[in-house]
């Protein structure tokens, strides 16, 4: 399998799965000139992380966001890259859902507890900072987590934290409060290939 996606170099390959063209070239034919997805999904980046395959999409509908713990600041500390695709989606593509989803064995949010030294990872130490409140509401409830227990609460904290984030955003509190948009969320479960529904 690893070889079939290699090219003669030994590199990944950079070429259509046949398999796929095969599934979807009327669909692919139809998108060529335009989408209208109904919801943008914000996960993570991490490799095990797949949303097309997890949730069986087809190509067109969901709009993607994925970065380093699945975060996005808060408006008052908005970060352009982030702040576009938000505008991008609530705004002109008019999606009816954004989904934020966390996964377990999360090394951001391991980050997030061991530490990431800001003089070698600058930009991951700040960026994780953004996800830092998190951690700090898991911690204000003294507890007997296992290890385990405690990345899980953390990873579940974290998409909240982002929800609540989302909501700071003038138009997307404007939609949401105008019933035209929902905001989701869920953790990826990798051990148990389980998607938890995330509750306020
Ligand atoms: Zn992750």
Request: proline share 6%.
């Amino acid at each position: 399998m690893e070889n079939e996606n290699r090219d003669t170099a030994g590199h990944p390959a950079l070429r259509p799965d046949p398999r796929f063209l095969r599934q979807y070239r009327s669909r692919l034919q139809e998108l060529a000139g335009g989408q209208a997805p109904v919801a943008l999904f914000i996960g993570c980046s991490d490799s095990r992380v797949t949303p097309e395959m997890l949730f069986g999409l087809d190509p067109g509908q969901w709009f993607m966001l994925r970065n380093v713990g699945n975060i996005v600041p808060p408006y008052a500390q908005t970060e352009i890259g982030i702040a576009s695709v938000l505008e991008y989606a609530v705004q002109i593509l008019q999606v009816e859902q954004i989904i934020v989803c966390g996964h377990t064995d999360c090394g951001a949010m391991q980050g997030l507890v061991q530490g990431v030294a800001l003089s070698r990872h600058p930009a991951l130490a700040r960026w994780l900072d953004v996800a830092r409140p998190a951690l700090a509401t898991v911690d204000a409830h003294p507890s007997d987590f296992s290890g385990d227990e405690h990345h899980h609460a953390l990873v579940t904290e974290n998409v909240r934290l982002q929800l609540s984030h989302l909501e700071s955003y003038p138009y997307i509190r404007q939609a949401v409060t105008a019933g035209r948009l929902a905001l989701r969320g869920c953790v990826y479960n990798l051990g148990e290939q389980a998607v938890e529904i995330v509750t306020g």
